[in-house]
């Protein structure tokens, strides 16, 4: 995918050009400069080159398994219902706690290795489930390290403002007075952090709770993100854009007032297919009016213990297209140059450019629209992170 040429940005009969670990050229084939004609040569059959995929939104760090409540939605009980019996977010927050980050990191690698062989070549991890200074610190610990011990890069968020401890029912402000401001302060000077979300929902929190968390973040100058319009309106998502956030995501109950607030700050909606399909939602995202005010389109796993415990990037444009009626192409975007810019990372990966990093998918397919059309079919030849692979 490039600027420029056919649909996708199609270069047909194209080259790439590496050399220390980035992209140095590319372009059609016989027009390759004679400057690169002495680097080692690869020909990749006519097979579709693309930028590695992004993962923007995932909770790949979790302790414990929800398959449980999966049969209880399956009986009849909604989210919310679940989340207020005390399971939910707070059940991965017990197994969470009880686990060390060896544990923790040993649980997360076989999801990561999922995604990679799927394509993807920079992953997006929250915390937020350890809901605690110390764990939501070793829950982001983790997952530094999972980007030591696979060639991917991964990107951390600190999500102290997912949900209530059970410590701290009824106290939410002190629980952000308490845990969630003071959390953050210390895994950021760990350097632990990259961005910052929060979870602004009716029951998560307030916009004026998340205000706080977003101040705190300002005040560190890092990034935000925000869970935003996924079960009811709360005006998270204008927030976030006054805020001028990366990205909003879920959105399936966004209205024109924070799509125009998006448009306007910049902010990519990224749509979590993953936990429409998981939840049973039935109220879509509002695809014509982001599409209409030009806001960007990324797309995500969001693989997480309960609402989308799905790890499968080509199943996410499948789902992406099948119900939110997307096209292939803006699929794709979703999951390279959109997801980039939902991380901040539009410099350095998410389209073949010289001079960005070499991230790069190789795949058996003859149309790039076959990625979003086959389910359950994994048509990767090969994936290059850095250079390497």
Not at 164 to 184: F, H, M, Q, R, T
Request: hydrophobic residues 40%.
């Amino acid at each position: 995918m490039t600027k420029g040429g056919a649909s996708y940005g199609l270069i047909e009969n194209g080259a790439l050009a590496l050399q220390a670990g980035r992209i140095a050229w590319v372009g059609p084939a016989d027009e390759l400069p004679s400057d690169y004609s002495a680097l080692p040569q690869q020909d990749l059959e006519g097979r579709l080159v693309t930028p590695g995929l992004i993962d923007c939104h995932t909770h790949l760090v979790y302790g414990g398994d929800r398959a449980r409540e999966f049969e209880l939605r399956l009986e009849g009980a909604s989210y919310e219902e679940v989340a207020k019996a005390g399971g939910g977010i707070l059940s991965t927050m017990q197994a969470t706690r009880e686990a060390s980050e060896d544990d923790l990191v040993a649980s997360a690698l076989p999801r990561l290795d999922a995604l990679m062989d799927e394509g993807v070549t920079t992953v997006e991890i929250k915390s937020g489930y350890g809901l605690n200074i110390e764990d939501e610190k070793k829950m982001l610990s983790a997952a530094r390290r999972l980007g030591k011990e696979r060639a991917i890069r991964v990107e951390t968020t600190y999500l102290g403002a997912h949900a209530l401890p059970p410590e701290y029912k009824g106290e939410s402000d002190a629980y952000i007075d308490e845990v969630v401001l003071p959390g953050l302060e210390s895994t950021a000077a760990d350097g632990l952090v990259d961005a910052v979300d929060g979870f602004c929902e009716n029951i998560a929190f307030s916009t004026e709770q998340i205000e706080r968390v977003f101040r705190k973040a300002r005040d560190l100058d890092l990034p935000l993100k925000l869970h935003a319009e996924q079960l009811s309106n709360q005006g998270g998502t204008e927030l976030a854009a006054h805020y001028g956030a990366l990205s909003a995501d879920h959105l399936e109950y966004l209205d024109a007032a924070g799509v125009e607030a998006m448009a306007q700050a910049g902010t990519v909606a990224v749509l979590l297919p993953g936990a429409f399909y998981t939840l049973r939602e039935t109220q879509l995202p509002p695809l014509a009016l982001l599409r209409q005010a030009g806001v960007p389109l990324a797309l995500a796993t969001d693989c997480n213990p309960g609402s989308s415990p799905l790890f499968s990037p080509l199943l996410v444009m499948n789902m992406a297209c099948t119900l939110f009626r997307m096209t292939p192409e803006e699929a794709l975007a979703g999951l390279t140059r959109e997801g980039a810019r939902a991380l901040g990372l539009s410099d350095e990966v998410g389209t073949l450019q010289a001079g960005k990093r070499a991230d790069l998918a190789i795949w058996d397919v003859e149309e790039p629209a076959s990625l979003a059309y086959r389910i359950g079919f994994n048509p990767l030849h090969r994936r290059i992170s850095g250079g390497e692979g």
